[in-house]
Nanobody
Framework: QVHVVESGGGSVQAGGSLKLSCEAS??????LGWFRQAPGKEREGVAA????????YYADSVKGRFTISLGNVKNTMYLQMDSLKPEDTGMYIC???????????????????WGQGTQVTVSS
C-alpha cells in the first residue's frame, strides 16, 4: 500500500527559499512529483522525478528556481524552492505513481497517490 507524506512548508518573504520533503512508502518503481493548488485555481504540476533519478521535469513557471531531488533513503524526495515569488503561494502536494521500471515517469498526468499537502505562503 502506498502512503505519501510531505512536510516543510511555511511562510517566507519574496526572494526567499524553502525546502519541502516527501516520503512515499510502498512504491517500488515509478515516479514522484510535486503539485500545488492556490485558492480558486486548479491544481498544477510543479516538478517530477523518476525513482531511478534519470527523468525529471518542471513546470515552465518554476524552471531555474526550483530543484527536485531524491534522498538517500528510498522513496524520499525533496523540492528546493529558491527565489520564491508571491505567485508561488499555495498548498503543495506530494504525489506518487507506480510503474514496472524505475525511470518511467512520462507526465504530470500519471499520479495516483496523494499526500495531504503542506502550505507555502510567500509575501511581497
Amino acid at each position: 500500500q502506498v502512503h505519501v507524506v510531505e512536510s516543510g512548508g511555511g511562510s517566507v518573504q519574496a526572494g526567499g527559499s524553502l525546502k519541502l520533503s516527501c516520503e512515499a512508502s510502498g512504491v517500488a518503481y515509478g515516479c514522484l512529483g510535486w503539485f500545488r493548488q492556490a485558492p480558486g485555481k486548479e491544481r498544477e504540476g510543479v516538478a517530477a522525478i523518476s525513482t531511478g533519478g534519470t527523468v525529471e521535469y518542471y513546470a515552465d513557471s518554476v524552471k531555474g528556481r526550483f530543484t527536485i531531488s531524491l534522498g538517500n533513503v528510498k522513496n524520499t524526495m525533496y523540492l528546493q524552492m529558491d527565489s520564491l515569488k508571491p505567485e508561488d503561494t499555495g498548498m503543495y502536494i506530494c504525489a506518487a505513481a507506480q510503474f514496472q521500471f524505475p525511470d518511467n515517469c512520462p507526465s504530470f498526468g500519471v499520479f495516483a497517490y496523494w499526500g495531504q499537502g503542506t502550505q507555502v505562503t510567500v509575501s511581497s
